[in-house]
């Protein structure tokens, strides 16, 4: 007897279709009725503070042209390692809260939603596609007193949006450094620094690196350092929100 074709693709619609029906999406703020299949409801996500302009390097929010390609005075004197920055949204609520609940209070269900407003951000901004994302690694210790790490649980969802290999893996966190929260700006460099160490070969020349928050920028640039030195010819930053500098 011949098997007959499944559909593999009307299938799985099927299968959201029927689970739309069932849980229907809502609102992780508010508890009200999600829109556009998402669990934000369009209230919430116009109280987003969304950053119109902003440095093309780090990110961090300027006043100038929305059109003009800028770059802020730090990245001028101190150029980072990593090319360019694509941010969802200022570390501001209730961005800031559901980064924390995804965080310190274990709502995974945000990481898809945090994941799903910074993919539509990236559709509208995003020049060149990477070969691969790298989610910024935990050490072990804090990966086990978690029990998850934030930003691949972003990445996840954003690989299969993009359909890009997710590097999991590839970079480790070597050393338990305290924890950058915790620490003023000018100490974090310092910090991270030989903090991550590379473990295979890179799955490309263009690697994007993902978390949930940017600040200074020196867990990423330390990340950016080693993947340029061994062979990466540009690294981009994708993170949902940036904090701002005078602000910390």
């Known amino acids: 007897m011949t098997d007959l074709p499944v559909n593999r693709k009307g299938v799985g619609r099927l299968t959201g279709v029927i689970g739309r029906m069932l849980f229907p999406p809502t609102c992780v703020i508010c508890g009200m009725d999600g829109d556009a299949g998402q669990d934000m409801?369009?209230?919430c996500r116009q109280s987003l503070s969304v950053i119109d302009v902003a440095c093309t390097r780090c990110g961090l929010p300027?006043?100038?042209d929305p059109e003009a390609s800028l770059i802020c005075g730090r990245c001028i004197r101190k150029p980072p390692y990593f090319d360019r920055t694509y941010c969802g949204f200022e570390y501001r609520e209730p961005a800031d809260w559901l980064v924390q609940?995804?965080?310190f209070n274990a709502k995974l269900s945000h990481a898809r939603v945090l994941a799903g407003l910074l993919?539509?951000?990236l559709a509208a901004s995003l020049e060149h596609m990477p070969d691969a994302l790298l989610p910024v690694p935990l050490h072990r210790r804090r990966l086990y007193q978690r029990g998850f790490n934030q930003a691949l649980e972003i990445a996840r969802p954003l690989a299969k949006q993009f359909k890009l290999p997710l590097a999991y893996g590839l970079c480790r966190r070597s050393v338990d450094t305290t924890e950058q929260s915790a620490l003023p700006a000018k100490k974090r460099a310092t910090n991270v620094r030989a903090a991550f160490t590379l473990h295979g070969e890179l799955p490309g020349k263009h690697v994007a690196i993902v978390d949930d928050v940017m600040t200074t920028g020196a867990t990423v640039n330390e990340i950016a350092?080693?993947?340029k030195r061994n062979g990466a010819e540009?690294?981009?930053v994708w993170v949902v929100a940036r904090a701002v500098l005078s602000k910390l």
Do not use: T
């Open 101 to 103: 609940q995804l965080k």
């Open 225 to 227: 350092r080693l993947l």
């Open 234 to 236: 540009s690294v981009q």
């Open 119 to 121: 993919a539509e951000r």
């Open 62 to 64: 300027m006043a100038g």
């Open 41 to 43: 409801c369009d209230g």
